[in-house]
T-cell receptor, first 111, second 111 residues
Framework: RKEVEQDPGPFNVPEGATVAFNCTYS??????FFWYRQDCRKEPKLLMS???SGNEDGRFTAQLNRASQYISLLIRDSKLSDSATYLC????????????FGQGTELSVKP | NAGVTQTPKFRVLKTGQSMTLLCAQD?????MYWYRQDPGMGLRLIHY???????AKGEVPDGYNVSRLKKQNFLLGLESAAPSQTSVYFC??????????FGAGTRLSVL
């Protein structure tokens, strides 16, 4: 089993839709998680951090379910500009600050 | 504020040639990383550094060497380039675990 797994998609949704991505992780000792966004052929950029139960930032909500070992990202009222690949990330503790990246979930928001 | 700067942005090599990719950060971060990204593979860690003068291997270190002689610079060397090293290379620096700032990437083709 991969340490961090994501559904690669693509998720094709209309503008205004609500879309949710899930990410599962295997290391039950992980304490915090992160969502990064990557636009086509660009560098990844931090979107949100997820500590304890969850985090909300405008249209974006990230939640952590420790019992089931998954993290979710919810995007409400999708915009065309939300089209990107969303990367789920878990730190590899006691390994020098390494991060473990999921393969990413591709989102395409259509007019 | 430049953040993380990678040079060069593009490069074409012939098999067997060597080259060095430079990553420079102006944020005084201790941690620096080199990743490669290939279609369908996600981001894979090549080498990383937890401070000036220190380096460590990541997931895919073979064929690469690194040096961190100065805190702000992290160099990635390809000793004898192979077509399998055709990829997009990203450098990142980090102030704390989980939060990484990426450079714009270097697109390398090995013929």
């Amino acid at each position: 089993r991969k340490e961090v797994e994501q559904d690669p998609g693509p998720f094709n949704v209309p503008e205004g839709a609500t879309v949710a991505f899930n990410c599962t992780y295997s290391n039950s000792a992980s304490q915090s998680f992160f969502w990064y966004r990557q636009d086509c052929r660009k560098e990844p950029k931090l979107l949100m951090s997820v500590y304890s139960s969850g985090n909300e930032d405008g249209r974006f909500t990230a939640q952590l379910n420790r019992a089931s070992q998954y993290i979710s990202l919810l995007i409400r009222d999708s915009k065309l500009s939300d089209s990107a690949t969303y990367l789920c990330v878990a730190p590899a503790y006691n390994q020098g600050g390494k991060l473990i990246f999921g393969q990413g979930t591709e989102l395409s928001v259509k007019p | 504020n430049a953040g993380v700067t990678q040079t060069p942005k593009f490069r074409v090599l012939k098999t067997g040639q060597s080259m060095t990719l430079l990553c420079a950060q102006d944020m005084n971060h201790e941690y620096m990383y080199w990743y490669r990204q290939d279609p369908g593979m996600g981001l894979r860690l090549i080498h990383y550094s937890v401070g000036e003068g220190t380096t460590a291997k990541g997931e895919v270190p073979d064929g690469y060497n690194v040096s961190r002689l100065k805190k702000q610079n992290f160099l990635l060397g390809l000793e004898s380039a192979a077509p399998s090293q055709t990829s997009v290379y990203f450098c990142a620096s980090s102030p704390v675990l989980g939060i990484q700032y990426f450079g714009a990437g270097t697109r390398l083709s090995v013929l």
